[in-house]
DNA sequence: TCAAAATTTGAACCTTCGTTAAGATTGTCA
DNA sequence: TGACAATCTTAACGAAGGTTCAAATTTTGA
């Protein structure tokens, strides 16, 4: 069972080798779910795309659902890290939003490595699903917690958090279903306006 | 094949009866796509909602994708059905684009009719996944008229009409994903704040 | 260069689930 | 009530695709 291996056994570069391979493996599934959706991606897709049969798959993953947790590993190590970076980044709430707007639309761009944790979710085993909704939720507490600093402080208007969260996040996550790296939208652009939009709809009051 | 009898042979109160039937599976099937995705629910799993056995469902659908599509039917009809209403209703785009919106997640919520049009396209077949696209289009290409038409009023700011219209769609949409009728969260409320905050990002400059 | 490890392959297995066929039960209506 | 349609059930099929396994091939490192 190659998978559980202990790494004392291998040398550094063959395990490096086959950290680039799982690597590899993550961005052919990535692409493939984000395209067909993670059920009617067979192993046989991803294979294709690296040009090896499926069963050498199972030379990295114990199994297919496997590969798509480590998705979403991926994913929400991205979304932590870009939570770390915000910390007293920007003095207002507003401003942090902003950034947070930015960078997750970057993430989701980019690599496309945000696409999982938005769809396919409940594809996942109950226990990994728990734990991949969990951080999704301490996700959402942040940006939650950035709304009502906010209202406190004069800067927004007197909205529900929880339901702002739910417009911001909806509007980045469904960067997914339509994005193309290929297309006419560039994720700068992108991220500017989402941040401009999603924010300036907490400021100001719109006449009725 | 009952499915393709012609009407003549049935008497009015049966083909009631029958449509009726056709409606509670669709709306069982609808609440199981919701709650697990379509590849994960089984005709099983739909069949148990209504206490029947699979096989009886064959009775009013051809497969399984067929009732998926009707799902999709109905909602586009409902999209469409709104679209009319806001004809001349309002006499600015951002009084039009606003009751649009109300009225999509009333939609989304009453019934959750518009859950599968949300997500679950891929799962249709290629004629039927371009159907629905092209439909999806259409109203796509309304509320971006609408956003063009605010612009050129000097009632909105210069955006990007496309990148606009996604991130609206994409918080309505995402609603599919988080609201439970159960939950705390009530549609009236729920429409009037996404308005606000999503045209009131169209109107306000943002201070950076 | 050579033995051991790593990687990939081909073939077969097995489960799930959509689907079909034929018959039983229920409802309709003259 | 009786014939016919409508509805549902039981049993079984078959294809798709995830998984296993033993063997072949390639790579590693001394």
Redesign the pocket.
Known sequence: M?ES?AAS???????E??RR?RAEILHAALTAFRENGY?????????ER?????????????????ILYECHRESLAEIERMIEEAQGRYDTPGGRLAYLIREHVRIMTEGLEGSPLAFEVPALSPERRAEIVAARDRYEGVLRDLIVQGIEAGEFREVDPKIAVFAMLGAINWIARWYRPDGPVHPPELGAQFADHLIGGLKCQPVP
Chains 1, 2 share one sequence.
Do not use: C
Not at 9 to 15: E, I, N, Q
Not at 50 to 66: I, M, N, Q
């Open positions: 190659p291996r056994t291998s040398s550094a570069h063959v395990l080798k086959r391979r059920h009617t991606t067979t192993l046989d897709d991803i294979a690296l040009g090896v049969r499926k069963t050498a798959l199972y030379h990295y993953f114990p199994d297919k659902e496997s």
